[in-house]
């Protein structure tokens, strides 16, 4: 099982974060480390639930604030695959344009 990681920043200081973000996907993440702060949220998916996002995207974060502290969270990248990136395999695709 995952363990959460240590939040070393207090819930005054949490709380503030989330009130001055003005980016409300950082706003979402500092708030998601309130709620395991204060115990309002025991566990990846009750933060999930309670943010209304996946207990995966909770663990990403987790991970980045882990590897990089409250900068980590502030790290957002491009939502969907890579560009290029196909989810059907080249040679299936290949076959596929043979046919249309």
């Known amino acids: 099982m995952y363990n959460l990681p240590e939040i070393t920043q207090s819930a005054d200081k949490l709380k503030k974060l989330v ?5 409300a996907q950082i706003q979402r993440r500092y708030h998601m480390l309130l709620l395991l ?18 207990r995966n995207t909770i663990a990403s974060w987790l991970e980045l604030y882990e590897d990089g502290g409250l900068e980590g969270l502030r790290e957002v990248g491009e939502p969907g695959p890579d560009p290029g990136q196909q989810s059907i395999p080249s040679g299936v695709m290949g076959q596929l344009k043979d046919r249309l």
Do not use: P
């Open 37 to 54: 702060k204060t115990g309002e949220a025991k566990s990846r998916s009750g933060a999930a639930r309670h943010l209304g996002v996946h």
């Open 19 to 23: 009130r001055k973000e003005q980016d």
